[in-house]
């Protein structure tokens, strides 16, 4: 397995933009597709963006399409989440998770995960 930590969250006021990094350990982050995912309080675990081993596909959910953007460096094992135009409703504890299997909008098909990383969007 491949060990995950995320970093860059923070509390922001609502339009303001975050960074968010996935630093991977262990096997080889480039045969991996990698997802965010995020929890809100009281809810379930949703995906938010996920991209191929390559870099060449990405997916969003349709709560951040136009404002999330994915993406990833396998020379440095590192998957990013831009966020650019932060709603109080994107506040969540964010998760980066890998799989090996193919790409899914769905936490049960990732088998590694990081710890997490706090996103608190003000209004």
């Known amino acids: 397995q491949v060990q995950l930590v995320e970093s860059g969250g923070g509390l922001v006021q609502a339009g303001d933009s975050l960074r968010l990094s996935c630093q991977a350990s262990?096997?080889?982050?480039?045969?991996?597709?990698m997802g965010w995912f995020r929890q809100a309080p009281s809810k379930e675990c949703e995906f938010v963006a996920g991209?191929?081993?390559?870099?060449?596909?990405?997916y969003y959910a349709n709560s951040v399409k136009g404002r999330f953007t994915i993406s990833r460096d396998n020379a440095k094992d590192t998957v990013y989440l831009q966020m650019n135009s932060l709603k109080p409703e994107d506040t969540a504890v964010y998760y980066c998770?890998?799989?090996?299997?193919?790409?899914?909008?769905?936490?049960?098909?990732?088998?590694?995960w990081g710890q997490g990383t706090q996103v608190t969007v003000s209004s």
């Open positions: 998770a890998a799989t090996l299997r193919p790409i899914s909008i769905y936490s049960r098909d990732y088998n590694s």
């Open positions: 991209i191929s081993w390559s870099g060449g596909s990405t």
């Open positions: 262990g096997r080889t982050f480039s045969t991996y597709h």
